[in-house]
Every structure is written in C-alpha cells, then in structure tokens.
C-alpha cells in the first residue's frame, strides 16, 4: 500500500504541473472566447466556438498595427505633456515602463547573468542579472549594479556590488531566471534555445 501512495505522489508530481498549466490556458482561452459570443452569435446566427478568440486576437493585432503607424507618435507625445504636468504618474510610469522593457523590449537589462560573491568568509554566492556596468554618475566607478530576483516571488532587489564580486556565466538568460525564481529547482542544464 505504500508503494502504491509513492507512485501515485509521484503522478501527480509528473501531472499537476501539466494539468495546471493546461487548465490555465484553458480558462484564458474560454473567458477570451466568451467576450464575444453573444454580438458573434447574433450577427452569425451560428455559435463557432473559438470564433470570439480569433475575432479578439485579430482586433488586437489590428490596433498594435494602426497604433504604431498612426496614433503612436503624437499619443505619445501627448502623454509626455501630460506626464511633465504630473511628477508622481512619471515617477511610477517611468518606472513600470523601464521594468517592463528590461524584459521584453528592445533594451532588455536581464540578459547577463552573474554569481556574486555575497560573503567571502563562507564563500557565499549569489546568482543574479547585470543591470548596469558604469556607476560613474553615483561616483561607484568601481562598482556595477547587480538584480537579484527572489525565489517563487514576482519581486527581487538590486544591489551596487564590487566589480571584482561578480562573475559572468555563461547559461540561457531565461534559463538563469527561471532557475533563480525556482528556487534552484528547475533544470539548468535544460536545452537553450
């Protein structure tokens, strides 16, 4: 009977991961495709199921397509008016904006993965991303800034540390991440692509 519990642990150790990723994308695509059901189906007459999804997929690339030809620039512009007038909305937006393209924009910060040697006395070292390598404007010509994102936690913090502290390695940037925000426990070793 206890053999039987282990394996059926270790099935659900193998299937939930699978089974929650799958239902999560699932419930997205079912509350995407519901958005328009009931406009689709009285136009149509007919329930097409995933139609609503298309439909809004389609819509979105239509205004990322239009936006970047006709409204980004003077939106933008105007937003930046906006911006000046309000010093608290820039400070926040400016901020969000400069996360958010670390990791997916065409500046991406998050793709030189380091260890830093935290603790020298007991060898202690940390994995973490190389943000910035001149200080010179804070007069740390010495140092480089270094973030470290927490375990199992959308947050992390930065750190200015000794140049000499930290090492690059040579790894998958994404793999880096979702090594350091596992905990240690997703493969490292996995295929890089």
Do not use: C, W
């Not at 140092?143 to 200015?160: D, I, R, T, W």
């Amino acid at each position: 009977m206890k053999k039987i519990a282990n394996y059926f642990i270790q099935g659900l150790l193998y299937i939930a991961p699978l089974g929650i990723t799958a239902y999560i994308i699932f419930l997205i695509f079912n509350f995407i495709d519901t958005i328009l059901d009931d406009y689709l189906e009285k136009i149509l007459g007919i329930y097409i199921p995933g139609l609503g999804f298309v439909v809004i997929v389609f819509l979105i690339v239509l205004v990322g397509v239009v936006g970047q030809s006709l409204i980004a620039r003077p939106f933008k512009n105007l937003f930046k008016r906006f911006l000046e007038k309000a010093p608290l909305l820039k400070l926040i937006y400016s901020a969000l904006n400069d996360l958010f393209s670390a990791f997916v924009g065409k500046e991406k910060k998050f793709n030189k993965p380091v260890i830093v040697l935290v603790n020298p006395i007991s060898n202690l070292e940390k994995m973490g991303f190389l943000t910035e390598e001149d200080l010179s404007k804070l007069g740390e010509e010495d140092k480089v800034a270094v973030y470290f994102p927490h375990s199992y936690n959308f947050s992390g913090e930065m750190f200015l540390v000794p140049k000499e502290n930290v090492r690059p390695i040579d790894i998958n940037p994404a793999v880096a991440m979702k090594f350091i925000v596992s905990g240690g426990v997703s493969d490292i070793y996995e295929e890089q692509t």
